[in-house]
T-cell receptor
Framework: DQQVKQNSPSLSVQEGRISILNCDYTNSMFDYFLWYKKYPAEGPTFLIS?????DKNEDGRFTVFLNKSAKHLSLHIVPSQPGDSAVYFC????????????FGTGTRLTVIP | ETGVTQTPRHLVMGMTNKKSLKCEQHLGHNAMYWYKQSAKKPLELMFV???????ENNSVPSRFSPECPNSSHLFLHLHTLQPEDSALYLC??????????????FGPGTRLTVL
């Protein structure tokens, strides 16, 4: 049973607008969440993370929001740029245990110039 | 070389062949991981090594055999695979596994096709 879910397989956004990618999780033991970005023919690259003690973490154009009660997190990209077009994976781990990451199936973001 | 490298990038093999995937990390990390990514499925953790010791085997069939001779190198030995084993195999590394939440750094993957 999937513990991390990304229900939107794809998203298209106009350049300059906001991209919002969503992720839901089921395991209440998860306390650390990460977003990875993947271009074709490359491995996933770490983008941004958030600990469960926070509800927001910002890094430049990228902001991750965490709603623990809803077991939901989202990644906001603003303004979106064509170079942001990639597959975005949400991942979660329980830091009290091993550093095992549980991944979602990914959302393909296309930023239209 | 920097980061995490994987060879070969593409591999086609028959069900009776024996082959190996290689991963090398140049980051000074102590933990290494094998993941499998099948079409339309999330990345699935297969094996974890921490300081050369296997700490996780996620119910992987014995036709996949990992080897970690040192903290920088990780192999995945393949034998008598099935067509459903065709997937992208990704290697990753992190500082270690003890302090959870370490970001994992991924290689580009090996695209495996089993005929």
């Amino acid at each position: 049973d999937q513990q991390v879910k990304q229900n939107s397989p794809s998203l298209s956004v106009q350049e300059g607008r906001i991209s919002i990618l969503n992720c839901d999780y089921t395991n209440s033991m998860f306390d650390y969440f990460l977003w990875y970005k993947k271009y074709p023919a490359e491995g996933p690259t770490f983008l941004i993370s958030i600990s469960s003690i926070k509800d927001k973490n910002e890094d430049g154009r990228f902001t991750v929001f965490l709603n623990k009660s809803a077991k939901h997190l989202s990644l906001h990209i603003v303004p979106s740029q064509p170079g942001d077009s990639a597959v975005y994976f949400c991942a979660a781990s329980a830091r009290t245990g091993a550093n095992n990451l549980f991944f979602g199936t990914g959302t393909r973001l296309t930023v239209i110039p | 070389e920097t980061g995490v490298t994987q060879t070969p990038r593409h591999l086609v093999m028959g069900m009776t062949n024996k082959k190996s995937l290689k991963c090398e990390q140049h980051l000074g990390h102590n933990a290494m991981y094998w993941y499998k990514q099948s079409a339309k499925k999330p990345l699935e953790l297969m094996f974890v090594y921490n300081f050369k010791e296997q700490t996780e085997n996620n119910s992987v069939p014995s036709r996949f055999s990992p080897e970690c001779p040192n903290s920088s190198h990780l192999f995945l030995h393949l034998h008598t695979l099935q067509p459903e084993d065709s997937a992208l195999y990704l290697c990753a590394s992190s500082q270690d596994t003890a302090s959870g939440g370490n970001e994992q750094f991924f290689g580009p993957g090996t695209r495996l096709t089993v005929l």
